[in-house]
Structures are given as C-alpha cells and as structure tokens.
C-alpha cells in the first residue's frame, strides 16, 4: 500500500485530541475544507448530502405543518436593521456590510443578511392587511453571514446555510403556542434523524435572540462535555410588528398588531452529528441521515461473478426505492473501483460512517450469502442473500437505535444536579457536562458564573419546578431561586 493511501486514513484518536479529531474527520471524509477567506469553508459533496438530507427530512416537516417555502434577497438596507433597538445592538458586532457597488459609493450601505427578520417584514406589512390574511407563515432556506472572530468547521464560520421559517399571528396566544411547537419539531428531527437526545428550554435573557421577547432552544452534550445548540424558536411578540407597521384589521375593523416568531436551525447540526456518533475510525452516521447506508464491496472487482453477485445483492434494494416506499428502500453503492484494494475501500468507507458495509468474496458467491459488518459495533455477521433485503433493514434500524440509545446513556451519565457551588466549580473544571442548578434570576450571578467556570444558562426546561425555581437557593448567592437552569460550558 502506498504512502498516499496510508495518510488518507490517518486521524488522531478521538479520545486522545477531541478537537483535532473532529477536524481530522471533517478533512479527511472529506465533509468539508477550508476556504481562501478566513473563516469560510467549503461544503464538499459528502457534507452537502448531509445537509441535503437535513433539507429532506426537516424540510417535510415544515411543509407538513403547512408552512412553504420563499426567497427573500441577501442584502438588507442598513436602515431597516436599526428599526429595532435591541436587534442592531446585537448584530452589529458580526455585521458584513456593502458600501460598493458598480463602481460606485452607495447612499445607503446594505447589510449581507445576519437574519432575515428586517427584509422579510416590510414585505409582511404589505401582504398582511385582514385578520384574514392570519397566521402568515412562511419558511426560507438560504445562506447567513456573521462576522465570527474564533471559526470552527460547521460549528462557527463567516458564512453558513439553515433554514429560517417565520410567522405572524393575531394573538399573543397563537404565536407562544408556534414557538413551542417548533422547538418541539427541532427536538423530535434531532432526536428521531441525528439520534442525538437532548434537552430543551427558555433561554436567559442574556442569551435570548436580540429582540426576541422570548428564544427556546435544543441542545445537545457533545462528547468533551460542551453543549451545543441544534435550533432556536423566538417568540417575537410584537417587537418587530410596531417598528415595521405590521397591522391587521381585526374582526371589529379594529387596527392591530400582529405578534410574530421566526425559528432556525443551521448545518452547525451536522458538526453535532459528527461529534455526538463519530469514533476512532472516523464517522459514524445514523441510517436515517446516511447519504449511503449500505456499501457493497465486491473483495476482487474483476472477477466478474462478484460484481454480477453485488449487482444482486443492491437490485432489492433498489427495486424498494423506486417503488417510493420511503421507509422501506436504502440507500446502496456498489463500490467496484478496480483502483483500490478491499482493505482502503473498508477503511474509506468506516472513515466515512457508511451504517453497513457488505463484502463479496468468492466464498459468498458459491454459499449465496452475504457478509455484513456494521458500523457502529463492528460486529460482522454471515447472512443468507434471500434473507439479506429484511435482515439489512432490521440492522439500519437497530443502528439508529443503538446510537440514540449510546448517546442519551453519555447525557445521563454527564448531567448533574447540584446543590453546592464548590462542586459546580469542581465538574466545570474537569469533565464538565450539563449542571442543573437553582438560580435567583439575576444578571449578575450569571455573569460570575461564567466568568469563573465559563459556564452559562443554556436552557431553562418549562416544567414547574425549573420554570419557577421551587423552593429552591441561587447557586451563586443562595437568594431565593426563580428557576432552575441547564448550566454548560457551550460552543
Ligand atoms: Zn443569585
């Protein structure tokens, strides 16, 4: 084997240098690189099936519930920004702006979009005059810019893709039920699709949207301990319908406000799948949102009764797809490159976190079997070709499974309830995790907080107890708690 291949494969040990390790797969499964501007990178075609499949699965749901999708354009006047206080005031820091074009100094600079709240809510003033014409709902899939100083693959760059839905309603009511129901949709698609368990709540105030009334979010426990958030829902009330002019007649010919919520959910999700599942050799994908879920390796691919008898194996599968039964049909590759030996395509194909993995040797020719090998426990089994279609789809589903299970035994293992602010300090300090812990409500405990163990609130779960704080003491200066927090050290 030559030194080419052999430097393909090699990344350092997940255990041994988290961060180097997550680069290292990125890299080399070749998800993504970096780009000739700073701070940008390249999606390359590995990595956009992943987010592809994000777009598929997500994009279903947001259509199902009766929400289509628009476009809306990239630069946004500055002025429009500045409409609401609180929401310039937090972009402005990260804002990419135009003051160039044609040649020529603009009269007015235009804003790369951060967001698109204030492009898309003129148009919302114009389109929206009767209750009537309530909710409105509308859902765009696009690129974001935001100056980030500290970049990281998928997880912060200059440039990013999500989708961003958002919504106008009549009533106060209408648009809190909205955003809980799509913080919700991001909990079941992150749970159900990446296996990924998390926890969900109300954000601070400190850490909410700018100039949202109220941001609940998903996030998730990465394996170093950091959280990591995978979508946010802001009930916006009517912060951004009073600057905008954002009116309805009501049912008694009455002008009105509309209260609104806007929702995103970012490829930041796809460096979560890659942390959460991801070991030593590499990637490790759920079925769900595999771009390929099962690589048939014929071992010698010019030994024509092999790639006949691959061809066999992939047909039901395909036979299944085009039938359109969603849940039924895998995505399969014969992978019969002559180029490459069996051992560098089984390496390539760990490396890129393929669920199942089906070698063809002569032996399985003659026995008409198959033998399979899974990704996520390396258990190799011999099966029957007859049996291979239903056996194979028992085995996606059981890997799915297995890494939802895995990754919600890692999360109860790393969050802990405490009591005592010494012990905060102490599991900060070391392995970290989700804290939940009691909090009086004010600013200034939670900047101490994260000043001396860079801890901050990341969710404040809408149960009673931790909505309200109980009878609970702040962790920091034992007044009478008003809610207890998820703490976490975040990306
Ligand atoms: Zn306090």
Redesign the pocket.
């Known amino acids: 084997m030559c030194v080419m291949e052999f430097e393909k494969k090699e990344i350092v040990k997940k255990s041994k240098d988290f961060s180097r390790w997550y680069t290292d797969v990125i890299l080399k499964a070749e998800l993504a690189d970096y780009a000739p501007v700073k701070g940008c990178m390249v999606i390359r075609p590995y990595g956009y099936a992943l987010w592809e499949g994000v777009q598929k699965y997500l994009g279903q749901k947001i259509k199902d519930s009766g929400v289509d999708n628009a476009y809306f354009p990239l630069f946004i006047p500055h002025s429009f920004l500045e409409k609401e206080k609180e929401h310039v005031k937090g972009f402005s820091p990260e804002l990419a702006v135009v003051t160039h074009g044609g040649g020529k100094e603009l009269a007015e600079p235009l804003v790369v979009r951060p967001t698109s709240e204030t492009i898309m809510y003129p148009m919302f003033a114009k389109w929206i005059q009767s209750w009537r014409d309530l909710p409105f709902k509308v859902n765009q899939w696009c690129n974001i810019v935001r100056w980030e100083k500290r970049t990281y693959l998928f997880l912060r760059t200059l440039e990013f893709l999500w989708q961003e839905g958002h919504t106008a309603h009549a009533t106060a009511d209408e648009a809190e039920e909205e955003t809980l129901a799509r913080m919700k949709m991001y909990q079941d698609f992150v749970e159900e699709v990446l296996a990924i368990p998390t926890i969900v709540g109300r954000k601070s105030a400190a850490e909410k949207f700018a100039g949202a009334e109220e941001t609940l979010a998903v996030e998730a426990l990465m394996p170093d301990g950091k959280a990591l958030q995978c979508g946010t829902s802001h009930n916006l009330g009517q912060n951004f319908a009073k600057p905008f002019e954002i009116q309805f007649q009501d049912k008694n010919g009455q002008m009105q406000h509309v209260y609104q919520t806007s929702w995103g959910l970012s490829t930041r999700v796809i460096g979560a799948l890659i942390m959460a599942h991801g070991d030593d050799n590499g990637l490790v994908l759920p079925p769900k949102i595999a771009p390929i879920q099962v690589v048939v390796v014929p071992i010698d691919p010019t030994d024509k009764k092999q790639v006949e008898y691959a061809h066999n194996v992939a047909a039901p599968f395909y036979g299944a797809k085009e039938k359109a039964a969603q849940s039924a049909a895998a995505t399969v590759h014969i992978d019969d490159r002559p180029q490459y030996t069996p051992g560098y395509k089984y390496n390539e194909w760990e490396l890129k976190g393929v669920p199942v993995r089906i070698e063809i040797g002569l032996q399985e020719v003659k026995s008409k079997s198959v033998t399979v090998v899974r990704r996520d426990t390396g258990e190799k089994s011999q099966i029957s070709n007859l049996k291979s279609q239903t056996e194979i789809k028992g085995i996606l589903d059981d890997i799915q499974n297995n890494l939802y299970r895995k990754a919600l035994k890692s999360l109860n293992q790393n969050t802990h309830e405490v009591g005592d602010y010494g012990e905060f300090k102490k599991i900060m300090a070391e392995a970290r995790g989700f804290i939940k812990a009691f909090?009086?409500g004010?600013a200034e405990?939670e900047r101490k907080i994260k000043e001396e163990t860079r801890a901050t609130i990341r969710a404040i779960p809408l149960d009673s107890e931790s909505a309200t704080g109980g009878s609970g003491k702040?962790i920091?200066?034992g007044?009478p708690a008003t809610s207890r927090p998820f703490f976490a050290q975040a990306y």
């Open positions: 909090w009086c004010s405990c702040c920091y200066c007044q």
